[in-house]
């Protein structure tokens, strides 16, 4: 089983920018498409990006033009930057594969102020 462990979140104001990291453990994490997922209070987890194993990147249409999502396969991590945060951005967020297959980690809280 992949063990994944998220961090990098925390309180920025609008407008600004953060990177989030996401370390798996386990010889098939460089073998699967990895993503980036959210989960804000009071609503479903949701998909923000996801990188396949050859580098191709794909995000949600509130992702696109301010979020990169990256990977190094050696280092089994996967990396979410994330410019132009707004408020909206405010949530928990998630690594996984996907689709989703593996458990969650405990998540990273990103909080963006007006």
């Known amino acids: 089983q992949v063990q994944l462990v998220e961090s990098g979140g925390g309180l920025v104001q609008a407008g600004g920018s953060l990177r989030l990291s996401c370390a798996g453990s386990?010889?098939?994490?460089?073998?699967?498409?990895m993503a980036w997922y959210r989960q804000a209070p009071g609503k479903q987890r949701e998909l923000v990006a996801r990188?396949?194993?050859?580098?191709?990147?794909t995000y949600a249409d509130s992702a696109k033009g301010r979020f990169a999502i990256s990977r190094d396969n050696a280092k089994k991590t996967v990396n979410l930057q994330m410019n132009s945060l707004k408020p909206e951005d405010t949530a928990v967020y998630y690594c996984?594969?996907?689709?989703?297959?593996?458990?969650w980690g405990q998540g990273t809280q990103v909080t963006v102020s007006s």
């Open positions: 990188i396949s194993t050859g580098g191709s990147t």
């Open positions: 996984n594969r996907f689709p989703v297959g593996w458990s």
């Open positions: 386990g010889s098939i994490f460089r073998i699967n498409t």
